[in-house]
């Protein structure tokens, strides 16, 4: 809490779709991450299953996060306060982290500081709690908690100062209801302008999700995404295994296997060096696209199996995570997003 108030401002986005024998919805589940070594690669065909957050997240105010730790305290005591309110703390953090993003250091996990705002408004028992992935950033938010400016202490109900602990994290949002906060890191060369800000920042695609039959015991999986203000992605058959590319998984089960193979229809990816932490050129989708991918379903028993389709969405810089299961009731196979 900051004079009462928490500081809680995400740099967030909106996913608004449509889809056959659903309901709309859309949300995001973490799961444990597979350690890469070079963030921009993916080992095989293996992905990484948690939220991960794109650099030019930390050019947004929104990505700061500080709150106040759970604790017991009794009525009439005040929470510490930043000096100059939290707008003066976010501008603190991003202006003494932002110099550490560069380009080529790839993805990076969600990274939390953890600390103390003393009796006397100095920050103590700094502690990263959730790596960022790279280590020189790590140390680098270590320092910046451990050296920021004096605090107002917390204040008991008779007026002593005391001790609280809060939390500092990065965030980057994605598929959520709000996005007034959400970056536009516009860094592309002449190609693709964007011809709507606005929309590019609040609404910039609707996805939908379809199953046809195909044969006894074959689907095809659309996947139709249609693109507004400007935006784009990178594509799912991008010759460059980059992170944040557009695709598709299921959870580990043997009753459907999804093929590899992504057929997007049209066919049209603009190349070219449009982001600001990619080395080399990539394949982006910048069109109304379908993509189908092989389902096979082992079997006539009912089942039900999630998936999660994952893209990052440019120039707004966004990890989408949009959630769905499959299910198979009476030999019927439908699809339908789920989650917030």
């Not at 095989?44 to 105010?61: I, K, M, R, T």
């Not at 920042?201 to 659309?222: A, C, Q, W």
């Not at 093929?259 to 049209?268: A, Q, S, T, W």
Request: charged share 20%; hydrophobic share 40%.
């Amino acid at each position: 809490m900051f004079g009462g108030a928490t500081l809680l401002v995400v740099a967030a986005g909106v996913s608004i779709g449509s889809l056959r024998d659903g309901h709309q919805g859309c949300g995001a589940q973490a799961k444990a991450a597979v350690p890469v070594s070079d963030l921009f690669q993916l080992p095989g065909a293996a992905f990484v299953q948690e939220p991960w957050l794109d650099p030019v997240a930390f050019f947004s105010d929104g990505a700061y996060v500080v709150e106040a730790l759970p604790s017991r305290t009794e009525a009439g005591s005040t929470d510490a306060a930043f000096v100059g309110g939290g707008d003066s703390l976010v501008s603190y953090l991003k202006g003494a982290l932002l110099p550490h993003i560069v380009p080529g250091m790839g993805w990076l996990k969600p990274p939390v500081v953890e600390f103390t705002v003393g009796a006397k408004g100095e920050a103590s028992n700094v502690e990263l709690v959730a790596t960022s992935g790279h280590a020189g950033l790590d140390a680098r938010m270590v320092q910046v908690v451990t050296d920021m400016p004096r605090w107002t202490p917390a204040k008991a109900a008779n007026g002593g100062a005391m001790e609280q602990a809060f939390v500092f994290r990065v965030v980057q949002g994605g598929c959520t209801s709000s996005s007034t906060n959400a970056p536009i890191q516009d860094t592309r060369t002449g190609q693709l302008p964007v011809t709507d800000t606005t929309l590019a920042k609040e609404h910039p695609y609707d996805l939908m999700f379809e199953v046809e039959r195909s044969g006894d015991n074959t689907f095809t999986l659309i996947t139709t995404v249609k693109l507004y203000g400007g935006s784009y992605y990178a594509s799912p058959n991008c010759t460059r295994n980059f992170k944040g590319k557009f695709h598709i998984e299921l959870e580990a089960q043997e009753r459907i296997v999804l093929g590899d193979r992504v057929k997007e229809i049209p066919l049209k990816m603009d190349r070219g060096y449009y982001h600001p932490l990619v080395h080399g050129p990539q394949d982006w989708v910048s069109v109304d696209t379908r993509n189908e991918q092989v389902l096979t379903v082992n079997g006539q028993k009912d089942l039900e199996v999630k998936g999660m389709c994952r893209f990052t969405i440019e120039p707004r810089c966004t990890l989408e995570e949009i959630p769905f299961v499959i299910r198979q009731r009476g030999g019927r196979l439908t699809i339908e997003r789920v989650g917030c």
